[in-house]
């Protein structure tokens, strides 16, 4: 009963303490130094290097000078500017897809999955783990012409919508849209599942409950208190899904043709084949403008302000 | 019709995880296949070969054996450097915070190929030469945001006054960290490194730009659409797929049993 009153060393220690009180201020700084030099050296500096890189002229050969050329920026535009409008279209229309196909993913591991919970959420991470460029070829195989899906969606007349729509071309999947849009949902899935679940979960059944008793059918309950108590894992969703997919360059390349090509496959073949490095630093910027402009206002709209 | 009404959210959650799953059959099913020419995109025949002999194709456990390795150290970098700035986050208030937010932040908010060119605009720069080192950089740089994350959530849902308690105990700052922080953190770290190992070793993108003539898993995969699929590839893929359900439904039984027997007392 006594112990209470054991810490007497305060009115004592107050001297002493001062020193280590300024020692202790000091303490964040040193815990934050390294990673954040880490990120200041190898992620903001870079982006630095790439906007001197985007103003300067040259050739490999002579070496590239910094001329303030900021006419390379409109030149990229003017001849590249399909392939950031597809970025932007590809990008946007996997997002929607993986909306409507994990949103009832992600409600079902939350509200009726039960002891199945832990297997469904596990089959979800999983495939993560195959490596997502052995997967993405997988679908070259799904995809395949005279393949059983193609054989199926072109006799129940699906690839004449989609060719009409021009997603595909003739009897074909494979080197179409629609294949490079499937593969980016694909790709793109576990990312909006995942932030859908969490704030699901979050969601108190009871409030279904309530709704319930209030004589809302099922889908009011969905419309009125479900999908609004979901709006942060929506808005980090779609993000999660639509930043990524819209510098991709992988399921262009390994699931389209020239005609699909994405704003990623032209930096790609810049930087590395072409080695045109001005206007491969000059896209690259481009999109980063794009991809935040287009962010910022989302959230804006969207009205969540913690994200991370 | 009434019944799948009534279920349609089952029904459509379902056919989704059959979409998110059917890759993984189909580069199980092919494992077994005997393609008829370079490609494995067509079946032919069935076939153990491949699985008795998974390291019969030059370079390709050579660039696995690369992989772990890079995924490694980045993991234990990005790890060290991530958690300290988590807890730097959680723990003390501090000038710049706002700063440092959005460094961390602005990584996991931009294309991947925008990062990965601006780094080898840096690293030729630099003259830098590209390989093994500027790959663990790159690893380590992007994997950093993402444990501090993982780290920062547990942090900010731990109690300070367990920590007080030790410290009224009269533990020093090392063994309140050592024996009170670090355990009730633990679940946190290890979900981000486990999160940075497996974005290290399955990272393409980044690797593609920063890995001169260096050849990762990733890139040897990227570099067989191209010239020809050994089946071997997909015996790995299924490997891989085996392993992680395993140790994932390990996890949730450990960590079942903890939470039953926590309980129970």
């Known amino acids: 009963m006594t112990v209470t009153e054991a810490p007497p060393a305060s009115p004592v220690a107050e001297p002493v303490v001062h020193k280590p009180s300024v020692r202790r201020k000091l303490v964040p700084y040193w815990l934050l130094l390294p990673g954040i030099l880490w990120l200041v050296v190898f992620f903001a500096l870079p982006l630095v290097y790439q906007a001197s890189t985007s103003v300067q002229t040259g050739s490999l050969e002579a070496g590239f000078k910094v001329t303030w050329h900021v006419q390379t920026y409109w030149d990229a535009l003017n001849e590249y500017y399909p392939q950031f409008l597809r970025?932007?279209?590809?990008?946007?229309?996997?997002?929607?897809?993986?909306?409507?196909?994990?949103?009832?993913?992600?409600?079902?591991?939350?509200?009726?999955?039960?002891?199945?919970?832990?297997?469904?959420?596990?089959?979800?991470?999983?495939?993560?783990?195959?490596?997502?460029?052995?997967?993405?070829?997988?679908?070259?195989?799904?995809?395949?012409?005279?393949?059983?899906?193609?054989?199926?969606?072109?006799?129940?007349g699906f690839l004449d919508v989609t060719s009409w729509l021009g997603m595909t071309e003739g009897n074909r999947l494979l080197a179409t849209p629609l294949a490079v849009v499937c593969g980016l949902t694909y790709n793109f899935l576990p990312f909006m599942i995942l932030p859908l679940y969490t704030s699901l979960e979050r969601i108190d059944p009871r409030l279904h409950e309530a709704a319930g008793d209030l004589y809302a059918k099922g889908s009011t309950t969905f419309r009125k208190v479900t999908f609004p108590l979901s709006m942060p894992g929506v808005v980090s969703g779609t993000l999660l899904t639509f930043?990524?997919?819209?510098?991709?360059?992988?399921?262009?390349?390994?699931?389209?043709?020239t005609d699909t090509k994405m704003v990623g496959n032209v930096i790609q073949s810049q930087f590395l084949r072409v080695l045109d490095y001005p206007t491969a630093a000059a896209l690259s910027f481009i999109l980063m403008a794009v991809v935040l402009i287009m962010v910022t206002v989302y959230i804006r709209r969207a009205g969540t302000e913690d994200l991370v | 019709m009434r019944w799948i009404r009534k279920n349609l959210v089952v029904i459509a959650g379902l056919l989704t995880l059959a979409y998110m799953i059917l890759p993984n059959i189909v580069v199980m099913v092919f494992s077994f296949n005997k393609p008829a020419g370079r490609f494995n995109y067509s079946w032919q025949e069935f076939s153990t070969d491949a699985w008795e002999d998974p390291c019969g194709v030059a370079d390709m456990c050579g660039s696995l054996s690369l992989s772990l390795q890079i995924a490694l150290w980045a993991t234990i970098g990005a790890t060290v450097l991530g958690s300290m700035i988590a807890f730097a986050l959680v723990r003390y208030r501090f000038r710049a915070r706002g700063a440092v937010n959005s460094l961390i932040f602005l990584p996991m908010a931009m294309p991947e190929v925008v990062m990965a060119a601006s780094l080898l605009t840096l690293f030729l720069n630099l003259g830098a030469e590209l390989g093994f080192w500027t790959?663990?950089?790159?690893?380590?740089?992007?994997?950093?945001?993402f444990v501090v994350v993982a780290v920062k959530a547990r942090v900010l849902s731990m109690d300070p006054r367990l920590e007080e308690a030790a410290r009224d105990l009269y533990a020093g700052p090392v063994q309140t960290f050592v024996r009170v922080t670090l355990p009730i953190a633990a679940p946190g770290?290890?979900?981000?490194?486990?999160?940075?190992?497996?974005?290290?070793?399955?990272?393409?993108?980044?690797?593609?730009f920063n890995s001169g003539n260096t050849v990762t898993f990733p890139m040897f995969v990227w570099g067989s659409a191209q010239r020809g699929t050994p089946v071997q590839i997909n015996v790995i893929g299924t490997a891989m797929f085996a392993i992680a359900v395993l140790i994932v439904a390990g996890g949730q039984i450990i960590s079942g049993r903890r939470k039953n027997s926590a309980l129970s007392k």
Request: with cysteine; charged share 10%.
């Open chain 1, 87 to 156: 970025s932007v279209l590809y990008a946007g229309t996997a997002t929607i897809l993986c909306l409507l196909l994990g949103y009832p993913l992600a409600y079902l591991i939350a509200f009726k999955a039960g002891r199945w919970r832990n297997l469904l959420l596990v089959l979800v991470i999983a495939p993560f783990f195959t490596s997502f460029l052995i997967r993405t070829l997988a679908w070259k195989t799904i995809l395949a012409d005279g393949g059983p899906v193609v054989n199926v969606l072109d006799s129940v």
């Open chain 1, 243 to 257: 930043i990524p997919a819209s510098g991709d360059y992988v399921n262009a390349e390994l699931l389209g043709s």
């Open chain 2, 135 to 145: 790959i663990l950089i790159a690893h380590t740089m992007f994997c950093l945001s």
């Open chain 2, 189 to 208: 770290i290890a979900a981000g490194a486990m999160l940075a190992f497996a974005l290290s070793f399955d990272d393409f993108i980044i690797t593609n």
